[in-house]
């Protein structure tokens, strides 16, 4: 028989026992587990540290509502449920749950941060968050953030344009809500029947005509420009209107002006009408001069034929003359009267 490495044969049966010993420990390390209870939920919430719309409170009341934590064993807890249960919330963007050796459960959650509060027509109000996602207004705290005012609608399905219009919101409430001096000047943003963006400032008597978000890093540019030169010259309600609409310019109206066009063109309007009022009261007139005559006046009666007149005088007899054989003329014989008359003639003419 030969004879084995003694030392071989020692390590060979060190390493077996070193795996059955590990396997052991984690079997009864895993019975144990199963034997521990929560001992403390620790909750941690990220977000604004000023407008916390969700607290601790609120996610100990939604982990409760699917029993009690604190106490139970830890290996009965689903945790994939009690992390959906918790982004359930629509204030919870994010939600990861977790035990540590301490027994302990760890609730991290990530709060959605709202950028604009919308005022619909309605009377609804809600806010969205970066994503366009509905928020619900908060009894809370209220959040500080742009308003916007005049959105077409409130339903859960928005039509295309409305949906487009609503991205717009969220693309100039982002801009507003992290530019430090433009949210403190922009009190108000309203949207026109046009879907075009107007803004109230804080500051000034005046409505800044933005249009569409688009170009809004140059659009600002200008009218911070525009402020630090018409504001050192004018003062800050010198103007009525503020156009930053177009490349490269500004257009400011000033107070009253336009007033003051809008007063023209209706007076001018009025004049129109005054010079129109003599024609169409005199085609008034005339018409209700024909209605009287034609209610007062009888119709005439048509004219009846006139009737035929007839000559009473005896036409007197005409000599006929008579021609004979011998080409000589013979007058016919008169009557008695006429040989009177014939008398008469001859006696007068000696």
Same mark, same amino acid.
């Given at each position: 028989?030969?004879?084995?490495?003694?030392?071989?044969?020692?390590?060979?049966?060190?390493?077996?026992?070193?795996?059955?010993?590990?396997?052991?420990?984690?079997?009864?390390?895993?019975?144990?587990?199963?034997?521990?209870?929560?001992? =403390?939920?620790?909750?941690?919430?990220?977000?604004?540290?000023?407008?916390?719309?969700?607290?601790?409170?609120?996610?100990?009341?939604?982990?409760?509502?699917?029993?009690?934590?604190?106490?139970?064993?830890?290996?009965?807890?689903?945790?994939?449920? *009690?992390?959906?249960?918790?982004?359930?919330?629509?204030?919870?963007?994010?939600?990861?749950?977790?035990?540590?050796?301490?027994?302990?459960?760890?609730?991290?959650?990530?709060?959605?941060?709202?950028? %604009?509060?919308?005022?619909?027509?309605?009377?609804?109000?809600?806010?969205?968050?970066?994503?366009?996602?509905?928020?619900?207004?908060?009894?809370?705290?209220?959040?500080?953030?742009?308003?916007?005012?005049?959105?077409?609608?409130?339903?859960?399905?928005?039509?295309?344009?409305?949906?487009?219009?609503?991205?717009?919101?969220?693309?100039?409430?982002?801009?507003?809500?992290?530019?430090?001096?433009?949210?403190?000047?922009?009190?108000?943003?309203?949207?026109?029947?046009?879907?075009?963006?107007?803004?109230?400032?804080?500051?000034?008597?005046?409505?800044?005509?933005?249009?569409?978000?688009? =170009?809004?890093?140059?659009?600002?540019?200008?009218?911070?420009?525009?402020?630090?030169?018409?504001?050192?010259?004018?003062?800050?309600?010198?103007?009525?209107? *503020?156009? *930053?609409?177009?490349?490269?310019?500004?257009?400011?109206?000033?107070?009253?002006?336009?007033?003051?066009?809008? =007063?023209?063109?209706?007076?001018?309007?009025?004049?129109?009408?005054?010079?129109?009022?003599?024609?169409?009261?005199?085609?008034?007139?005339?018409?209700?001069?024909?209605?009287?005559?034609?209610?007062?006046?009888?119709?005439?009666? %048509?004219?009846?034929?006139?009737?035929?007149?007839? =000559?009473?005088?005896?036409?007197?007899?005409?000599?006929?003359?008579?021609?004979?054989?011998?080409?000589?003329?013979? *007058?016919?014989?008169?009557?008695?009267?006429?040989?009177?008359?014939?008398?008469?003639?001859?006696?007068?003419?000696?």
């Amino acid at each position: 028989m030969r004879n084995l490495p003694w030392k071989k044969i020692l390590m060979r049966t060190l390493w077996i026992m070193l795996g059955v010993a590990t396997m052991v420990f984690f079997v009864m390390a895993w019975q144990e587990k199963d034997k521990k209870t929560v001992k =403390d939920i620790q909750i941690q919430i990220a977000g604004e540290e000023t407008q916390l719309f969700i607290n601790e409170r609120d996610i100990k009341e939604m982990l409760k509502a699917g029993g009690h934590i604190i106490g139970a064993q830890m290996s009965s807890l689903n945790l994939s449920a *009690i992390e959906k249960t918790v982004a359930g919330n629509p204030w919870v963007k994010k939600a990861e749950i977790y035990y540590t050796n301490k027994q302990v459960l760890h609730v991290l959650i990530e709060e959605r941060i709202p950028v %604009a509060r919308i005022f619909t027509p309605g009377g609804a109000s809600f806010y969205l968050d970066s994503t366009g996602l509905r928020l619900p207004l908060s009894e809370k705290v209220v959040a500080r953030v742009p308003m916007f005012t005049g959105f077409p609608s409130d339903r859960p399905i928005l039509s295309k344009p409305d949906s487009q219009l609503l991205k717009e919101v969220v693309t100039l409430g982002k801009f507003l809500y992290n530019d430090s001096l433009w949210s403190a000047q922009i009190a108000q943003v309203d949207i026109t029947p046009q879907a075009i963006f107007e803004l109230v400032p804080v500051i000034g008597d005046h409505i800044i005509t933005l249009g569409k978000p688009t =170009d809004l890093e140059q659009k600002f540019l200008r009218l911070q420009t525009f402020y630090k030169q018409a504001w050192m010259q004018k003062g800050v309600r010198y103007y009525e209107r *503020i156009d *930053i609409r177009y490349k490269d310019q500004v257009v400011a109206i000033k107070q009253g002006t336009a007033k003051a066009q809008i =007063d023209s063109a209706q007076s001018a309007l009025l004049i129109q009408g005054l010079m129109a009022q003599p024609a169409l009261d005199a085609a008034a007139a005339a018409d209700s001069m024909a209605a009287k005559v034609a209610a007062n006046v009888a119709v005439a009666p %048509a004219p009846k034929p006139a009737p035929k007149v007839v =000559d009473t005088v005896k036409q007197k007899a005409v000599l006929k003359p008579v021609i004979n054989i011998n080409n000589k003329t013979k *007058i016919a014989p008169l009557n008695n009267k006429a040989k009177q008359n014939s008398k008469t003639t001859k006696k007068s003419n000696n």
